[in-house]
């Protein structure tokens, strides 16, 4: 293969394609542009700057592929972060399950930048420093948030460049792809036979930094890479089609009704069709996405914005947005941070906020907001309590069980869980082996009677009525924004040290029953 053919293919294609989801008259936010087929159509490529052969070209071993009965007892689809929009990624097993599934399995496969488990300092820590290393790496070596399930398979994204298949029973490889030269920060989503990546990272280009000191906004991502949905076979990890954007599409996109919906850096939200990978609409909510990836509920996506920082409710099917709030004294980036949850009619968004100079140090405190979901009326607040300002990735991801909110933060090591009714605290839990960094970004997860948290090195059990430590187990490493994935015996997990790991749910908590 040409590769300089290949590289001006792709850049007439993306371009081409960019131009045409462009709506025709500026907009703002509660305004969107549907995109008709015929005059924004554009031809989608499948070539991409990758020689054959080389080093980032596909990689596929169907002989890796789980076998048809091992496959139908996990789920078929995974249509957004934390695999629904409560967050809680746990399935219990179906009738007839294999004894593998109950018992639960352990591998680790390491990806292609994989740091020793052992290590517990980020590569180039000198450098960063033990409070900035781990989240580098994170960004733009390991693997930012947690992995997807579906039919026996486990997908991840990572940011060294690569997407993963790998069977779930055995770790062993199916397919690695590297579409684009940009990391990978979102957890695939999986639907129609499709696996679906989000490309993006946090940089900014010069000319948009300049931008940003006169202007107080910025596109993030813009000029940095080649952005965007990448849609894949499932199978065999062939790229479908890309739709490219100017900014970044670092959030774990969402399915729903044939359409997959992102935000991006650049200010908007978008639906796009996952079968012919043209644009459905295209909102403009200024400011840029950081981590929020959306929830789709009842026909509403829901989503937060950084810079200017927003939470928003859109119409799913028209992109019109319905209602926009805020949290009060959130920090612009750490409210964009958080992935709302939904449940019950009530929408739970986290941020951190309020900061200080307290002894030469900036400390903050974590606010929880949550709306009714139909109108965007505020229901209650809660505080979690002021600690130091943490690096880079900010908030926790909260997660919603059985009328009860539980969620984490890095600002003071916390893990807390509230009535979503009331907003009554429960309990907190002190993460008792807390990072520099910062510990509870990931969702945790409920499985049969207990909660499960990645955080920092290791997997922690807790008791969910009482936030009481029922067992812990030391994995290494470092978990970024990770929710454990629980299938029946076995928690499957991501982590920052670039690996995908299986372990066994009896190693967590001595006690489970799968």
Same mark, same amino acid.
């Given at each position: 293969m040409n590769t300089r053919l290949t590289w001006i293919t792709l850049l007439i294609a993306t371009q081409a394609f960019a131009t045409g989801s462009q709506p025709t008259a500026p907009e703002t936010?509660?305004?969107?542009?549907?995109?008709?087929?015929?005059?924004?159509?554009?031809?989608?490529? !499948?070539?991409?700057?990758?020689?054959?052969?080389?080093?980032?070209?596909?990689?596929?071993?169907p002989e890796n592929l789980p076998s048809m009965e091992d496959g139908k007892h996990f789920p078929d689809t995974w249509t957004s972060l934390g695999a629904n929009p409560a967050h809680n990624a746990a399935f219990e097993l179906t009738s007839g399950a294999p004894a593998w599934l109950s018992h639960g399995v352990e591998w680790k496969f390491a990806e292609a930048r994989s740091w020793p488990l052992d290590r517990k300092e980020a590569f180039d820590n000198p450098v960063y420093g033990e409070r900035r290393g781990p989240s580098t790496q994170t960004q733009f070596y390991g693997n930012a948030v947690g992995v997807s399930i579906a039919n026996g398979v486990v997908y991840a994204e990572s940011d060294d460049q690569f997407a993963y298949a790998v069977n779930a029973r055995t770790g062993k490889l199916i397919w690695r792809t590297s579409p684009v030269g940009n990391t990978l920060m979102g957890t695939p989503v999986v639907a129609q036979g499709k696996v679906f990546l989000s490309a993006g990272n946090v940089g900014f280009n010069f000319s948009n930094v300049t931008r940003f000191?006169? !202007?107080k906004t910025a596109a993030r991502g813009e000029g940095i890479s080649f952005n965007g949905i990448y849609a894949l076979s499932a199978k065999t990890g062939e790229l479908l089609w890309h739709y490219g954007t100017d900014g970044e599409a670092m959030p774990t996109a969402a399915f729903s009704n044939g359409k997959i919906y992102i935000t991006t850096g650049d200010g908007y939200a978008q639906a796009i069709d996952t079968q012919t990978g043209k644009p459905v609409w295209k909102t403009e909510l200024h400011g840029m996405a950081n981590m929020s990836s959306p929830s789709i509920v009842d026909s509403k996506m829901y989503v937060a914005m950084s810079s200017p920082g927003g939470v928003f409710c859109l119409d799913a099917t028209s992109g019109k947005v319905?209602?926009?709030?805020?949290?009060?004294?959130a920090e612009d980036t750490g409210i964009g941070d958080v992935s709302p949850a939904v449940s019950n009619g009530v929408v739970v968004m986290d941020a951190v906020a309020d900061a200080k100079q307290e002894n030469g140090k900036t400390t903050m405190d974590t606010r929880i907001v949550t709306y009714d979901a139909? !109108?965007?009326?505020?229901?209650?607040?809660?505080?979690?309590?002021?600690?130091?300002?943490?690096?880079?990735f900010k908030g926790g991801v909260p997660m919603i069980h059985d009328g009860v909110v539980y969620v984490g933060t890095p600002v003071n090591n916390v893990i807390q869980a509230y009535d979503l009714k009331s907003g009554q605290k429960k309990w907190t839990w002190q993460v008792p082996d807390a990072s520099a960094a910062g510990s509870g970004r990931g969702a945790p997860t409920y499985y049969k009677g207990a909660l499960y948290v990645s955080t920092?090195?290791?997997?922690?059990?807790?008791?969910?009525?009482?936030?009481?430590?029922?067992?812990?187990?030391?994995?290494?490493?470092?978990?970024?924004?990770?929710?454990?994935?629980?299938?029946?015996?076995?928690?499957?997990?991501?982590?920052?040290?670039?690996?995908?790991?299986?372990?066994?749910?009896?190693?967590?908590?001595?006690?489970?029953?799968?």
């Amino acid at each position: 293969m040409n590769t300089r053919l290949t590289w001006i293919t792709l850049l007439i294609a993306t371009q081409a394609f960019a131009t045409g989801s462009q709506p025709t008259a500026p907009e703002t936010a509660g305004n969107s542009q549907r995109v008709g087929n015929a005059a924004q159509a554009a031809a989608l490529s !499948t070539e991409v700057a990758v020689e054959k052969g080389g080093p980032y070209d596909r990689v596929y071993h169907p002989e890796n592929l789980p076998s048809m009965e091992d496959g139908k007892h996990f789920p078929d689809t995974w249509t957004s972060l934390g695999a629904n929009p409560a967050h809680n990624a746990a399935f219990e097993l179906t009738s007839g399950a294999p004894a593998w599934l109950s018992h639960g399995v352990e591998w680790k496969f390491a990806e292609a930048r994989s740091w020793p488990l052992d290590r517990k300092e980020a590569f180039d820590n000198p450098v960063y420093g033990e409070r900035r290393g781990p989240s580098t790496q994170t960004q733009f070596y390991g693997n930012a948030v947690g992995v997807s399930i579906a039919n026996g398979v486990v997908y991840a994204e990572s940011d060294d460049q690569f997407a993963y298949a790998v069977n779930a029973r055995t770790g062993k490889l199916i397919w690695r792809t590297s579409p684009v030269g940009n990391t990978l920060m979102g957890t695939p989503v999986v639907a129609q036979g499709k696996v679906f990546l989000s490309a993006g990272n946090v940089g900014f280009n010069f000319s948009n930094v300049t931008r940003f000191a006169k !202007t107080k906004t910025a596109a993030r991502g813009e000029g940095i890479s080649f952005n965007g949905i990448y849609a894949l076979s499932a199978k065999t990890g062939e790229l479908l089609w890309h739709y490219g954007t100017d900014g970044e599409a670092m959030p774990t996109a969402a399915f729903s009704n044939g359409k997959i919906y992102i935000t991006t850096g650049d200010g908007y939200a978008q639906a796009i069709d996952t079968q012919t990978g043209k644009p459905v609409w295209k909102t403009e909510l200024h400011g840029m996405a950081n981590m929020s990836s959306p929830s789709i509920v009842d026909s509403k996506m829901y989503v937060a914005m950084s810079s200017p920082g927003g939470v928003f409710c859109l119409d799913a099917t028209s992109g019109k947005v319905l209602w926009k709030s805020n949290i009060q004294g959130a920090e612009d980036t750490g409210i964009g941070d958080v992935s709302p949850a939904v449940s019950n009619g009530v929408v739970v968004m986290d941020a951190v906020a309020d900061a200080k100079q307290e002894n030469g140090k900036t400390t903050m405190d974590t606010r929880i907001v949550t709306y009714d979901a139909r !109108t965007g009326k505020i229901l209650w607040q809660a505080s979690m309590g002021r600690g130091a300002k943490p690096p880079a990735f900010k908030g926790g991801v909260p997660m919603i069980h059985d009328g009860v909110v539980y969620v984490g933060t890095p600002v003071n090591n916390v893990i807390q869980a509230y009535d979503l009714k009331s907003g009554q605290k429960k309990w907190t839990w002190q993460v008792p082996d807390a990072s520099a960094a910062g510990s509870g970004r990931g969702a945790p997860t409920y499985y049969k009677g207990a909660l499960y948290v990645s955080t920092g090195e290791y997997l922690y059990a807790l008791n969910p009525s009482s936030g009481a430590l029922i067992h812990k187990y030391h994995v290494g490493g470092r978990f970024g924004i990770v929710n454990p994935v629980i299938i029946g015996g076995t928690i499957y997990l991501s982590n920052s040290w670039d690996w995908l790991l299986a372990v066994p749910l009896s190693k967590v908590n001595p006690t489970a029953k799968s």
